[in-house]
T-cell receptor, first 112, second 114 residues
């Protein structure tokens, strides 16, 4: 079974709209990463969250990790076509450094 | 420029013909890893390395080998490729294995085994 569930699988929004992508785990997350991927290309690191309740922002993108450290959300404010791509959440597999696993991704389309 | 470089970007090969995909990073990172990405299955870790001469299996190591003889290089070896290893492969590196800087990914290698 997929250990990191992302929702929605795909999202189509009009430019200027806000949106949220969720990443849920059945286990406590030691480290939660958000990446963006253009189709068929490498992953670009966005943010990493470690502490319960932590929130980080970069430009118009905000990521949060809940207090229980089992769910994270990625929120984009006033979306732009440049935000389009696949958003992936990844997490450390337990306490072992270097072991990562990923959700299946959320495909975001932003139309003008 | 700080980066992870994979070669080749595209590769078509025949079943059973040994191949190596190279990965090099110029950031003096300790941690390196390989992933494969498949439609519907997402990104899955093949092998990872914590430092020179220290490697361990990820989630899907069957059919692959790795080596870490130098800190900067982490090649992925397919001794006898099969069609089910057709995939998009990514190499990644990280300074500490878990940190605010995350992992830096290469641009990917699209492998087709016929």
């Amino acid at each position: 079974s997929q250990e990191l569930e992302q929702s929605p699988q795909s999202l189509i929004v009009q430019e200027g709209k806000n949106l949220t992508i969720n990443c849920t785990s059945s286990k406590t997350l030691y480290g939660l990463y958000w990446y963006k991927q253009k189709y068929g290309e490498g992953l670009i690191f966005l943010m990493m969250l470690q502490k319960g309740g932590e929130e980080k922002s970069h430009e118009k993108i905000t990521a949060k990790l809940d207090e229980k450290k089992q769910q994270s959300s990625l929120h984009i404010t006033a979306s732009q076509p440049s935000h389009a791509g696949i958003y992936l959440c990844g997490a450390d597999r337990g306490s072992t450094l270097g072991r990562l696993y990923f959700g299946r991704g959320t495909q975001l389309t932003v139309w003008p | 420029e700080a980066q992870v470089t994979q070669n080749p970007r595209y590769l078509i090969t025949v079943t059973g013909k040994k191949l190596t995909v190279t990965c090099s990073q110029n950031m003096n990172h300790e941690y390196m890893s390989w992933y494969r990405q498949d439609p519907g299955l997402g990104l899955r870790q093949i092998y990872y390395s914590m430092n020179v001469e220290v490697t361990d299996k990820g989630d899907v190591p069957e059919g692959y080998k790795v080596s870490r003889k130098e800190k900067r290089n982490f090649p992925l070896i397919l001794e006898s490729p099969s069609p089910n290893q057709t995939s998009l492969y990514f190499c990644a590196s990280s300074l500490s294995g878990r940190g605010a800087g995350g992992y830096t990914f290469g641009s990917g290698t699209r492998l087709t085994v016929v």
